[in-house]
């Protein structure tokens, strides 16, 4: 019913910036969070970025100072501008979305980010 499209990844050497997208589409009456995550090989997922309904943000410690997120409710997107890029940032990125009064959560099909040294 919800479908979440991310963009946005490729190669970039260290200290380049990146900026992902998520759209979602579908029936959507209300969206309490979006998000992003990322894994990487052998790693377990993690938190990158989140933002809630209200507009606050939460960002793992790792990417703190460097990445960004943002959204646009009237697109249904999200966005994660991410700066000063370190090879550790390479991993798969997947976007979230939290709907609904029961608050179900949507993932997008992951986009590759790829640092270079």
């Known amino acids: 019913q919800v479908h979440l499209v991310e963009s946005g990844g490729g190669l970039v050497q260290a200290g380049g910036s990146l900026r992902l997208s998520c759209a979602a589409s579908?029936?959507?009456?209300?969206?309490?969070?979006m998000g992003w995550y990322r894994q990487a090989p052998g790693k377990q997922r993690e938190l990158v970025a989140r933002?809630?309904?209200?507009?606050?943000?939460n960002y793992g410690d790792s990417v703190k100072g460097r990445f960004t997120i943002s959204r646009d409710n009237a697109e249904n997107a999200v966005y994660l501008q991410m700066s000063s890029l370190k090879p550790e940032d390479t991993a798969v990125y997947y976007c979230?979305?939290?709907?609904?009064?029961?608050?179900?959560?949507?993932w997008g099909q992951g986009t590759q980010v790829t640092v270079s040294s």
């Open positions: 979230n979305f939290d709907v609904g009064i029961v608050n179900a959560r949507y």
């Open positions: 579908g029936s959507i009456c209300r969206i309490n969070a």
């Open positions: 933002i809630i309904s209200g507009g606050n943000t």
